[in-house]
């Protein structure tokens, strides 16, 4: 509907974007044409997500995809009324080509929340309001698959998971430009400050090491008492832990159109006429470590820095652990029901 804006885009980013952009879109497939998907791939579209349920699954444009589109997906939200119908698409989505199949969550909102009603779907409560038996659907079209020995990558989009990285991403863009040097940015996005807290002479000794041993003399910040010193998590093999206590306080970001003058602030232009306003507020004071609970909070934090669920703290109670996971680790699994 929108061939030409779309190539616009295209032609746009690749002229002016220097670093790897990866560029997807997405299209029920009615106003497909080979010679239109030519033009796309020659101006450097990389991937295309036919959504086939909103055309009766009918794959004929979506087969005229394969072969001229690097990579092409078929991505759909599971539909528990057309499970029966999806289930042999499956293997034809297959054989035909195709590199994904990717399958959404049913999500209730004001818009559709009238027609969602007359079906009689099962609603869960959470970040969003969801469908249960969207999900039912999506995981048992996932079984006929491994059951039918048909090895066609299937993803399920939840909306559990969606959440958590989408929020991720924003928070992130958002931390790196309010954050500063001697600050880190966790996994989900949150901004991370470290600090050691003790005597002036234990604190300056370990300044003064920083100090002969790197010479990018932002990424750490030593208070005007000179019994703290604030640090970015790349200085932490340098520092000695023996006699100070280790603290941890992490700030959450939100993007405003103008500034509210409640938290901290930073203006971005994003043209000569518009900007916007990143503002940075405390989500916690600080928790505070000791002794062998530092070291388990670089081996589960620092030096792991993955996407994956924390394991177990030994030495502290479920409530404080429960509290910093929330700040550093996406939460694995699909959605609990009650």
Not at 2 to 15: G, H, Y
Not at 276 to 300: A, L, T, Y
């Amino acid at each position: 509907m929108t061939f030409d804006r779309v190539l616009l885009f295209l032609k746009t980013l690749r002229a002016k974007v220097s670093h790897p952009l990866y560029i997807w879109m997405y299209t029920n497939g009615l106003l497909v044409t080979e010679d239109k998907l030519k033009e796309l791939k020659d101006n450097g579209l990389d991937e295309i997500r036919f959504d086939i349920s909103a055309n009766k699954y009918r794959l004929d444009a979506m087969k005229k995809a394969i072969g001229i589109i690097p990579c092409v997906t078929v991505e759909i939200p599971a539909i528990p009324e057309d499970i029966e119908k999806t289930k042999p698409l499956i293997k034809e989505l297959h054989e035909a080509g195709v590199n994904y199949l990717n399958l959404h969550q049913i999500r209730c909102t004001t818009f559709n929340k009238t027609r969602l009603m007359k079906r009689g779907y099962t609603f869960v409560n959470g970040a969003g309001v969801t469908v249960m038996e969207t999900e039912m659907a999506a995981l048992e079209l996932i079984q006929y698959a491994l059951d039918n020995n048909i090895y066609l990558p299937i993803n399920y989009c939840s909306f559990t998971y969606r959440h958590q990285f989408q929020k991720a991403g924003a928070q992130r863009r958002n931390a790196l430009k309010i954050k500063a040097e001697h600050e880190d940015v966790t996994p989900i996005g949150q901004i991370r400050a470290l600090s050691i807290c003790g005597a002036q002479k234990q604190i300056g000794s370990i300044h003064k090491h920083l100090l002969a041993k790197v010479e990018n003399t932002s990424l750490w910040l030593l208070s005007k008492t000179g019994d703290q010193l604030f640090f970015n998590a790349d200085m932490w093999p340098l520092i000695d832990f023996s006699n100070v206590r280790l603290q941890v306080a992490y700030s959450g970001t939100s993007l405003k159109s103008s500034v509210s003058f409640r938290h901290l602030f930073r203006e971005i232009a994003l043209n000569r006429r518009k900007k916007i306003v990143i503002e940075r507020h405390s989500k916690s004071p600080g928790f505070f470590f000791e002794g062998e609970q530092i070291r388990q909070f670089d081996e589960e934090f620092i030096k792991s820095n993955t996407f994956s669920p924390v394991s177990a703290y030994n030495n502290l109670s479920s409530e404080f652990f429960d509290e910093i996971k929330n700040f550093e680790s996406f939460s694995s699994g699909l959605a609990r029901y009650f």
